[in-house]
């Protein structure tokens, strides 16, 4: 069973642009959710999509969002890139029945932003 | 506001050792607390987890104590190997999931 797929790996940006990421979940997972890490801060929650509909939402500004479609792959768009959004972005998908229960990751979106 | 505050932030254990990592929260409304692990390079992947009826679960080497009154649990690795040397992530759920700022693990030979 093929695992969490991200892309890109890795991306360089200057301040001021836009990106746009996309995950594809395990076969048969319908929730995806979004994480920024960054050295010290952790994983922090962006969002979380189940059946094309956004159920959670962690507290980061406007200029992060994202979408899911109805084969359940998810994309996070950041615009207007400040350097702080330099980071390694992750998603994670889960079968989402509950709201809690395993998460299974993709190895990530490395943005640096210049 | 980070919503699960982890401790320490590094630790440096001689091979056999019981490193323990601690997690604390403050929302009632956790109703599941993971850890997950991960590997430089890699995404986080689930090690072990608890939900709050239960005080304590071990699975192989890995244990999770949990007091629920104290709003506090903790991973407790035995035996510890070189090849549990990564990055240990606590982490509580309700709606969404919110994780500690991590601890990095070094399990000296």
């Known amino acids: 069973k093929a695992g969490v797929t991200q892309t890109p790996r890795y991306l360089i940006k200057t301040r001021g642009q836009q990106v746009t990421l996309s995950c594809s979940p395990i076969s048969g997972h319908r929730s995806v959710s979004w994480y920024q890490q960054t050295p010290g801060q952790g994983l922090q929650f962006l969002f979380e999509y189940f059946s094309e509909t956004q159920r959670n939402k962690g507290n980061f500004p406007g200029r992060f969002s994202g979408r899911q479609f109805s084969n359940s792959r998810s994309e996070m768009n950041v615009s207007t890139l400040e350097l702080g959004d330099s980071a390694l972005y992750l998603c994670?998908?889960?079968?989402?029945?509950?709201?809690?229960?395993?998460?299974?990751f993709g190895e990530g979106s490395r943005l640096t932003v210049l | 506001q980070q919503q699960v505050k982890q401790s320490p932030q590094s630790l440096i254990v001689q091979k056999g050792g019981i490193p323990i990592i601690n997690c604390a929260y403050e929302?009632?409304?956790?109703?599941?607390f993971p850890w997950y692990q991960q590997f430089p390079g890699k995404g986080p992947a689930l090690l072990i987890a608890i939900r709050p009826d239960v005080s304590e679960k071990k699975e192989g080497r890995f244990t999770i104590s949990f007091n629920k009154s104290a709003k506090q649990f903790s991973l407790h690795i035995m035996d510890s190997q070189p090849g549990d040397s990564a990055t240990y992530f606590c982490?509580?759920?309700?709606?969404?999931?919110?994780f500690g700022t991590g601890t990095s693990l070094t399990v000296i030979p």
């Open positions: 929302n009632t409304a956790f109703d599941y």
């Open positions: 982490a509580a759920s309700a709606k969404g999931f919110y």
């Open positions: 994670a998908s889960s079968l989402g029945t509950r709201q809690t229960g395993e998460l299974f």
